[in-house]
């Protein structure tokens, strides 16, 4: 990490290397912005996003090779070229065969950035960043190791034409610290649009009571302070969904990232009785394994609906409806009706969920902005205009925090709320 004003390295107790303060932050100020070592587009989203600069306009110019790749003009074009011709042959000549996944496709690009054979001891800050997960080698399950596995053979089959590649025992510290430390880029609805690798901003550790957030600026990173910092205070970031209680925070942290989190909110448990509350007592267990099977089915989305439809009927009989479990449920069941192209649907849904996110998640969070977001769109496009703009201002007043006041997404935004 390069000299950034205002911030310092340190020693964190318990945590390692870390960051802060060496001077105020007000909320919604911007600590620093960190352009990506590399990043990838998803697939999915080819043609409606630039994929070398991430910007979503209509009219982008196609890769006359393969035909799959598009670009805001000639200048995004040439300036990802180097990246863009690890896989341009490759998705010609493979065809519809080519499939290699979004991490696979992110390691070649870190590997053509030529640093080599011995990309492991390489002493520059992204490899230094990430040199502790080789720590944690060890503790990847089986499963997690075929996937990994999965990935390099894709790693090998569609990019060692273009690339010397590492040993194993290398790609696998490689991936693990990709998968470790890698951040999706996402949308202002929470879409995920790819996926990249922010050293500077690796560096910030976790809390359940974060002081920061990053957002999205094309490819770029931003951190601002989502709470007054004071000199010494330490830059901390949330890495996983904080909707949920305590114990499924930590078995989620645990799980991808390997260590349990200490903060004061994981130490006295203190939202956790709101985040749970109950209509009567009953077995939780039985209520979450009801939820994971509807997540889990792979029914056409009128059949899922119905799944969900059926297991918040049951869970309610338990769980309050602010319960989380109720809340994650109902988000589901939002999903396929926007899926369905059933907007009253999603609307009925997102009204229930509306109020307790506001509640339960910490401020300026970006599920809750998402969510006003989502809800705003679907109204206008039913022409109820007023209760549509109120809802996009909501959202609008966390972005304004979150990304900055000048952000394209607010520029965008107040452009919405005049359309009638």
Known sequence: MGSIEGLERFDSPGKGRGLRVTRPFKVGELLFSSPAYSFVLSLSERGCYCEFCFTRKEGLARCGKCKKAFYCGVKCQKGDWAMHKLECSAMTAFGENWCPSETSRLVARILA????????????????VFWHILWFIEDVDNEKREMTESDIAGLHRFFSKHLELPDHKDL?????????????IEDDELSHMGTAVYP?????????????IVTYKGTSAEVRAVK???????????????????DDRNNRLREFYYFTCQCQECKT???????????????????????????????????LLEMCEQSLDEMGAVFDDTNVYMLHMMYQAMGVCLYMQDPDGA???????????????PPYSLNVSSMYLKLGRLYMGLERYSVGVGALKKAMAIMEVAHGRDHFYLTELRKEMTRK
């Open 228 to 246: 007054n910092m004071n000199p010494g205070d330490e830059v901390l970031i949330s890495y996983i969904d904080l909707l949920y209680p305590t």
């Open 200 to 212: 500077d901003v690796a560096l910030i550790n976790h809390s359940c009571l974060p002081s920061v």
């Open 172 to 184: 696998l510290t490689l991936f693990s610290q990709v998968a470790c430390n890698g951040f999706t």
């Open 347 to 361: 609307i009925r849904y997102g009204e229930k969920i509306i109020k307790p996110y506001s509640k339960l998640y």
């Open 113 to 128: 950035k030529k640093v080599g054979k011995n990309l492991i001891k390489d002493t520059t800050s992204f490899w230094s």
């Open 269 to 303: 448990k203190s939202s956790d009785k709101a985040k749970l509350k109950v209509r009567k007592q009953s077995d939780p267990i039985e209520q979450e394994l009801k939820l994971d099977a509807a997540l889990d089915s792979v029914a056409p989305p009128s059949e």
